[in-house]
T-cell receptor, first 113, second 114 residues
Framework: QQQVKQSPQSLIVQKGGISIINCAYE??????FPWYQQFPGKGPALLIAIRPDVSEKKEGRFTISFNKSAKQFSLHIMDSQPGDSATYFCAAGGQTGANNLFFGTGTRLTVIP | DTGVSQNPRHKITKRGQNVTFRCDPI?????LYWYRQTLGQGPEFLTYFQNEAQLEKSRLLSDRFSAERPKGSFSTLEIQRTEQGDSAMYLCASVGFAGTYEQYFGPGTRLTVT
């Protein structure tokens, strides 16, 4: 059973536009929600993360919106740039024994110049 | 470089051979995770160490897989009698102190079983 569902699978955005990726989770024990950026042949890099005590977190052009009652969270990339073209993974974890992360299936973002 | 390092970066092996990967976590990070990532999917948890103790294993970790972290520093992941289905990227992540959640990943080891 997929613990974290992510959409869309792929996304094409014009330079300067807003990229939005959505995730939903099942386990209410999760209390940590990071987003990772991965380039081909590289390991995932931690981009931004949120805990459920806040509904939004912003770091530079990246914003996480979190809806605890709906068990959903999303990543917004403002002023998207060609260098943002990568695969983005949402994840959830915490309070689950090993505190390991459960990842979504990824969104391949392409930003067109 | 003070990040997580993994070696080798790529490994091609024939079915039935044994392979071993190494992970060096960020210095003084006491928690270490192994994940497996197949093409087009997110990483999946394999196992977890706190210092030298292996505290949890996923059901994905069959009997052919074994992991160690002998001195609470670097870790090794061995796969015996490799199968084509073992072809994947094997990722290591380290976490700092109790109460922190941030997992920092290494570059991974890409395994291809022919």
């Amino acid at each position: 059973q997929q613990q974290v569902k992510q959409s869309p699978q792929s996304l094409i955005v014009q330079k300067g536009g807003i990229s939005i990726i959505n995730c939903a989770y099942e386990n209410t024990a999760f209390d940590y929600f990071p987003w990772y950026q991965q380039f081909p042949g590289k390991g995932p890099a931690l981009l931004i993360a949120i805990r459920p005590d806040v509904s939004e977190k912003k770091e530079g052009r990246f914003t996480i919106s979190f809806n605890k009652s709906a068990k959903q969270f999303s990543l917004h990339i403002m002023d998207s740039q060609p260098g943002d073209s990568a695969t983005y993974f949402c994840a959830a974890g915490g309070q689950t024994g090993a505190n390991n992360l459960f990842f979504g299936t990824g969104t391949r973002l392409t930003v067109i110049p | 470089d003070t990040g997580v390092s993994q070696n080798p970066r790529h490994k091609i092996t024939k079915r039935g051979q044994n392979v071993t990967f190494r992970c060096d976590p960020i210095s003084e990070h006491n928690r270490l995770y192994w994940y497996r990532q197949t093409l087009g999917q997110g990483p999946e948890f394999l196992t977890y160490f706190q210092n030298e103790a292996q505290l949890e294993k996923s059901r994905l970790l069959s009997d052919r897989f074994s992991a160690e972290r002998p001195k609470g520093s670097f870790s090794t992941l061995e796969i015996q009698r490799t199968e084509q289905g073992d072809s994947a990227m094997y990722l290591c992540a380290s976490v700092g102190f109790a109460g922190t959640y941030e997992q920092y990943f290494g570059p991974g080891t890409r395994l291809t079983v022919t």
